[in-house]
């Protein structure tokens, strides 16, 4: 995930790794899929239209505007089974959970 954190405020991580941007690693499409995670467009996966698949059950998935994760910044989100279509633009951020994958 993008986590972005101002002046001021604190930010504990539990059971993850922290890194600066610059040092992250790649967060490109995994074996064709773009799977669970944050991505932002633009730089980790193209602005477009894309068919997001539900591997299994209710899958989720955001569009925000930031990596504030706050609910201000949610765009659009969605529980949906089987498939559905989104488009992202440059500079949004993607996330992909409970089985949403795109196809790469």
Same mark, same amino acid.
Do not use: W
């Given at each position: 995930?993008?986590?972005?954190?101002?002046?001021?405020?604190?930010?504990?991580?539990?059971?993850?790794?922290?890194?600066?941007?610059?040092?992250?690693?790649?967060?490109?499409?995994? #074996?064709?899929?773009?799977?669970?995670? =944050? +991505?932002?467009?633009? $730089? %980790?996966?193209?602005?477009?239209?894309?068919?997001?698949? *539900?591997?299994?059950?209710?899958?989720?998935?955001?569009?925000?505007?930031?990596?504030?994760?706050?609910?201000?910044?949610?765009?659009? #989100?969605?529980?949906?089974?089987?498939? =559905? +279509?989104?488009?992202? $633009? %440059?500079?949004?951020?993607?996330?992909?959970?409970?089985? *949403?994958?795109?196809?790469?």
């Amino acid at each position: 995930a993008y986590i972005t954190v101002e002046d001021g405020e604190y930010l504990k991580i539990q059971g993850g790794n922290l890194y600066e941007l610059s040092k992250a690693p790649d967060r490109g499409a995994d #074996n064709g899929y773009y799977k669970e995670g =944050m +991505y932002k467009v633009g $730089e %980790d996966i193209p602005s477009g239209e894309y068919q997001v698949e *539900a591997t299994s059950g209710l899958a989720y998935i955001e569009v925000a505007g930031d990596s504030r994760h706050q609910i201000e910044g949610i765009i659009t #989100n969605e529980n949906f089974e089987n498939s =559905m +279509y989104i488009s992202v $633009e %440059d500079g949004q951020y993607l996330t992909l959970s409970n089985g *949403a994958q795109i196809k790469a």
